[in-house]
């Protein structure tokens, strides 16, 4: 069994930055896509970025692109999530994840486990 635990949300202004952390255990990190995900109150959950199992093809949503950036360390069992130029509109709860797959991919139920999520609250 995997455990991931989120850190680094927090109440921020509009253009302001943030960085994410998830760190794992129980597992063998570096043989997991890694992604993040975001679900606000009364809306569906949805992909944010991910990362595949040593770093390369980076898949980002287009809501995000150009913003933010996912990255991981293997050697720490840790993945992070860079967030700048954030808007009020960023504001969810973020959750990370894991998969078996090689791929980056973007949908959840491909994920085979999850983070308890961390708030990010972005004022304008």
């Known amino acids: 069994q995997v455990q991931l635990v989120e850190s680094g949300g927090g109440f921020v202004q509009a253009r302001d930055s943030l960085r994410l952390s998830c760190v794992a255990s129980?597992?063998?990190?570096?043989?997991?896509?890694m992604g993040w995900f975001r679900q606000a109150p009364g809306k569906e959950r949805e992909f944010v970025a991910a990362?595949?199992?040593?770093?390369?093809?980076?898949n980002y949503a287009d809501s995000v692109k150009g913003r933010f950036t996912i990255s991981r360390v293997n050697a720490k069992n840790t993945v992070y999530l860079q967030m700048n130029s954030l808007k009020p509109e960023d504001t969810a709860g973020y959750y990370c994840?894991?998969?078996?797959?090689?791929?980056?991919?973007?949908?959840?139920?491909?994920?085979?486990?999850w983070g308890q999520g961390t708030q990010v609250t972005v004022s304008s």
């Open positions: 129980g597992g063998t990190f570096n043989w997991y896509t």
């Open positions: 990362i595949s199992w040593r770093g390369g093809r980076p």
């Open positions: 994840a894991a998969s078996k797959l090689a791929s980056t991919v973007a949908v959840g139920s491909e994920y085979n486990y």
